[in-house]
DNA sequence: TAGCCTGATATGTCTGACATATAGGATTCG
DNA sequence: CGAATCCTATATGTCAGACATATCAGGCTA
């Protein structure tokens, strides 16, 4: 590992990118213990705080893990499928909100990935699955539910039929394009009656997965698509309607 | 913003945590500076380094950037679909390193992925997105290119693939997906033949993407799918061969 | 008016110290 | 002899104060 820095950046920025390429490249093992925090002070020879700033670098990205005490320091990180869901989605709630996607181009972007995941879903689906699948259709069609709690469900829905593809690899990226979406879809005010063609949608989609019809699943999450749109054109009414009594509209 | 801490959890990591929320949240601005360092310290009522490592973990996540001399600070950045890009492709590379993920499950997710870009790329590619897929063929099938070389032009001719769909928000999903499987495939050796069969397929593509058949683009899509899994296959055998030799099968 | 200089303010870094968690060995008692 | 307890070494977590350095704003000078 190197341990020269150069002089006009700073050095919690450089260490930290030295450590975290030596991770990447596979220098050092999973679980494996770093250096403590005075002997990378040594090395790079910098002072101890310099070398803390760097290592809580890589503690936001998940990449180590501290421990205190005798046997303590700082630790490789198995990045889990689990943290960085977690992390996907924060990042990409921020993207769609600082960058004012508009929700034509979040939902076409969420059901095209969506979409893909039903071939996969189609053959591997299990009962399980659609026993998850249905649980949430049975939520979603209780009464008294606030729309955060339906869009929820959807959300666990959605996430249900992501899981039945039976690739980790999608999920995680799904687990993003979804869960970022909540936020938007939580503008949404849910009728009675919009509920009902939700719910509708989610059995025959359910159905279809079941018994067998790849076709009917393709058709069944373009509607929903089509219907999803509708249900947000009334959150660019708004917005369109605030814009022009505020600020003014986008440039 | 809550500047109470709870005595027996990390302070850096609270005050990291309290800041991330209310940028989450909305109400610090983008592009607004937060309170200087000693500010924050004496509000949280910790020391300034403490406040230093919460700043260190924002900055590792893109969240702020720090800005020296008299009208410095610590700015709320945008978060733009570039930077995030660049982390997703280094959280999705470590990903698939660090949980073994067989190149079969990863090459079905990127492929299930780049399919659902399909449609959208079909029907609004520009003569410059096509221009710029012919480019990479044309670099491809340049004699003397190193397996390296090749491997980042098929990159560089996905991403174009997908630019084609005119989605930012899909665009960033596939790079993850895309760049991330780079250190799978440079692990392929090319041999004239395969370039050959590759390039040829990537022109078809080309052409049925420029000439309206989604069908067809399906069609070719499929095939670069299972003509990949093909020549991963030697991989899994030199992995199976080495796990043998060395350490055992995965528990 | 144009250019330079200086001070204020902020981050970047260093030094040294103390607090605290934890493992493992030494000690003591049943 | 065994087990519970204490002690100590080592590591991270935190603090205080200081200096170095970058940068802007405003006043000063030619």
Redesign the pocket.
């Known amino acids: 590992m190197k341990t020269e820095l150069e002089s006009?950046?700073?050095?919690?920025?450089?260490i930290a990118q030295t450590i975290r390429d030596a991770i990447v490249a596979g220098d050092l093992p999973v679980d494996g213990r770093?250096?403590?925090?005075?002997?990378?002070?040594a090395r790079f020879?910098?002072?101890?705080?310099?070398?803390?700033?760097a290592?809580?670098r890589l503690?936001a990205q998940n990449l180590i893990r501290?421990?205190?005490?005798?046997?303590?320091?700082?630790f490789v990180n198995r990045l889990s499928f689990e943290q960085a869901q977690e992390h996907m989605v924060t990042t990409a709630t921020l993207l769609l909100s600082m960058n004012r996607v508009d929700f034509e181009t979040a939902v076409e972007a969420r059901f095209a990935l969506e979409r893909a995941c039903l071939p996969l879903a189609c053959t591997r689906r299990t009962p399980s699955h659609l026993a998850s699948l249905r649980a949430e259709i049975a939520r979603q069609a209780t009464a008294g539910l606030t729309d955060e709690e339906f869009c929820a469900s959807d959300v666990a829905f959605h996430r249900a039929l992501v899981e039945a593809a039976g690739n980790p690899v999608l999920s995680w990226h799904m687990a993003g394009a979804v869960e970022a979406m909540q936020p938007l879809m939580n503008m949404i005010t849910y009728t009675a009656r919009s509920r009902a063609q939700i719910v509708a949608l989610h059995a025959r989609l359910t159905y279809a997965l079941a018994e067998g019809g790849l076709e009917d699943c393709y058709a069944t999450m373009d509607a929903l698509a089509a219907y999803t749109l509708e249900l947000g054109g009334e959150i660019r009414a708004r917005r369109q309607a605030k814009g022009r009594a505020g600020q003014g509209a986008d440039p």
């Open positions: 006009d950046r700073d050095y919690s920025q450089q770093l250096p403590s925090e005075a002997e990378l002070a020879n910098v002072s101890r705080p310099t070398v803390r700033e290592l809580k503690a501290t421990q205190r005490g005798a046997t303590g320091g700082a």
